[in-house]
Each structure stands twice: as structure tokens, then as C-alpha cells.
């Protein structure tokens, strides 16, 4: 298992992302799939950096990484202290209402459900934990 | 990400080059703080842009907003991932997408 922890702020998605492309390159994961993964882990890290911690106070983010499927995809991690969310409980948005009749916000997470193949929650030891499973070989 | 601008009269084409996220789509926010006073069509090239995540949909919803008021928008050259995203969040039934 691999592991990053950075404070939580925007600034530091990049080198997440870094970090996790470099894991998904030595790994085998085509290009395709790495951009895919990438998004849906700009949306978690993004919402984590937003909202996770409010009033200003300092906090951190951990990605953790590992293989599934024989080594044909990923299992992620993304875990911090901030007050416990349930990102899965929002509700999906309403694709087919024009965009001028709906709010903007859910979009993120609806992104990482449809385009990832298992997203979970759990809220253990004072953490939030979502875990996001990707497979490239079918 | 780079943002190429090309003003030709009132007709404004913007390149995005590379990733329109959490951490550039601020910078596109700003180009249009300004920027789209005499525009009355819009383009955006983003045959060079590698992807994008809900960040960026909202900074093109601004413009689509802004430029429903006074002209035209559109989107040119998405390639296949950038077309999931709009997809799946149903912004291709109302971007005009060339």
C-alpha cells in the first residue's frame, strides 16, 4: 500500500494527482483511464479542501492506494478528520433538467459514480473514509 | 493550463491547453471578469485540452450565461473524454457542441 498526506488545501491536489499517476503509469494503467481517475479524484480531494474543514481550520487529507483484480485496477482511499460527510447521501442531479433550472453543486460526485466502478463511504475513528474502486483490464 | 485568446472583431475564440480543474479554472474565471464586454460569439477550442472536472463546467456555464444575452457560444474540437463528462452531466443538451 502506498500512501500521500498533505494539508488540505486546493494547492495540493496537484502533487496528489502526481503521485497517483506516477503509481497508475508503473502499474500498467492505460492513459485513458489514468485521466478518467484523475477527474474523480479532483472532485474528492476538491470537496475535502472545501468543505471538509469550515471556519478556517487547518486539516489534512490521505490518499492511500493499492491494487485489486490481480493488478488490473486500483483501490483508493481518501480519508481526513473534518466533520463527518456522507458524500454518497446526496442525492444524484437531475441530468435532464436544463442546466439554467438546477444547481451546480452534486455534479462532482455524480461525475466519480458514473465514471468509477465502486465508490463507498464509512465514517471510522474520527475519519472520513470514501474508497473508490477503478478496474482497466475487463 | 494555457488559455490561448484570438479576437477577431466581436467574435473571441479561447484555446484551453491541457486540464481545466479545481486549480485552473479560477484562471479561466478571471479572462472573463473583464474580458467578454464587446464579445458577441464566443468559441472555445478544446481540442487541446486533456480534460474536465466540475470546476471547470461551472466556469462554462458562467459564460454560456453570460453570452445567452448577447450572443452566441460555442464549443469546438472536445475530444472523447471531455465529451463523457458532458455526457454524463448533461451539459451536451445544452452547450452547442460543433
Known amino acids: 500500500m502506498k500512501e500521500l498526506t498533505v494539508n488540505a488545501d486546493i494547492v495540493n491536489i496537484q502533487p496528489m494527482t502526481s503521485f497517483l499517476e506516477e503509481y ?8 485513458s483511464d489514468i485521466l478518467r481517475i484523475d477527474i474523480a ?12 474543514y469550515p471556519n478556517g481550520e487547518k486539516g489534512y487529507m490521505t490518499m492511500k492506494l493499492e491494487l485489486i483484480d490481480e493488478g488490473g485496477g486500483v483501490r483508493m482511499f481518501f480519508l481526513d478528520g473534518g466533520i463527518p460527510y ?7 442531479p437531475d441530468v435532464s433538467l436544463s442546466i439554467e433550472n438546477r444547481p451546480i453543486g452534486g455534479l ?3 461525475i466519480v459514480k458514473k465514471t468509477m466502478d465502486n465508490v463507498f463511504y464509512e465514517y471510522a475513528e474520527g475519519r472520513n473514509c470514501l474508497t473508490v474502486e477503478k478496474s482497466w483490464k475487463s | 493550463m494555457d488559455i490561448q485568446k ?5 467574435k473571441l475564440t479561447i484555446k484551453l491547453i491541457g486540464r481545466l480543474d479545481t486549480q485552473t479554472a479560477p484562471n479561466l474565471e478571471k479572462e472573463f471578469a473583464d474580458g467578454l464586454k464587446n464579445v458577441t460569439e464566443l468559441i472555445f477550442d478544446l481540442s487541446s485540452l486533456e480534460y474536465i ?5 461551472r466556469v462554462l456555464l ?9 450572443g452566441s457560444m460555442k464549443i469546438r474540437g472536445a475530444g472523447e473524454l471531455v465529451m463523457e463528462v458532458f455526457d454524463i452531466t448533461g451539459f451536451s443538451d445544452v452547450l452547442d457542441i460543433e
Open chain 1, 24 to 31: 497508475l503509469k508503473e502499474n500498467g494503467c492505460p492513459d
Open chain 1, 41 to 52: 479524484v479532483d472532485e474528492i480531494l476538491s470537496n475535502i479542501c472545501q468543505y471538509a
Open chain 1, 86 to 92: 456522507d458524500p454518497l447521501k446526496k442525492r444524484d
Open chain 1, 108 to 110: 462532482g460526485i455524480y
Open chain 2, 6 to 10: 484570438n479576437l477577431d472583431g466581436t
Open chain 2, 53 to 57: 472536472s466540475s470546476a471547470g463546467l
Open chain 2, 62 to 70: 458562467m459564460a454560456q450565461n453570460e453570452m445567452d444575452e448577447k
